[in-house]
């Protein structure tokens, strides 16, 4: 069984910064990609952004490049996304995630294991 726990959300000012976590355990390698993902009230599940297993390899969505960052820490099974210059419309919940297959499949929603989310507010 694998469990992926996020952490690290909360309330900031549009402009202001969040990192957030996630951190795996149980039976996940790491050559699983990671990813993250977010869902505002009333809309689908987007992708943000993805990491291969090595962590050579990312990809964004066009919303946030330059803007957020996806890292990881394999002696930790850890993930982080390090959100800058916040904006309102990033406000939702966001979703780790992890995938049997590289980043792409991360991106092309090819999800293995979800987290169960941490809410990111964004005030203007």
């Known amino acids: 069984q694998v469990q992926l726990v996020e952490s690290g959300g909360g309330l900031v000012q549009a402009g202001g910064s969040l990192r957030l976590s996630c951190a795996a355990s149980g039976r996940i390698f790491s050559s699983y990609a990671r990813g993250w993902f977010r869902q505002a009230p009333g809309k689908e599940r987007e992708f943000v952004a993805a990491?291969?297993?090595?962590?050579?390899?990312?990809y964004y969505a066009d919303s946030v490049k330059a803007r957020f960052t996806i890292s990881r820490d394999n002696a930790k099974n850890t993930v982080h996304l390090q959100m800058n210059s916040l904006k309102p419309e990033d406000t939702a919940v966001y979703y780790c995630?992890?995938?049997?297959?590289?980043?792409?499949?991360?991106?092309?929603?090819?999800?293995?294991?979800w987290g169960q989310g941490t809410q990111v507010t964004v005030s203007s």
């Open positions: 995630a992890a995938s049997r297959g590289p980043a792409v499949s991360v991106r092309n929603h090819q999800i293995d294991y």
């Open positions: 990491i291969s297993g090595s962590g050579s390899s990312t």
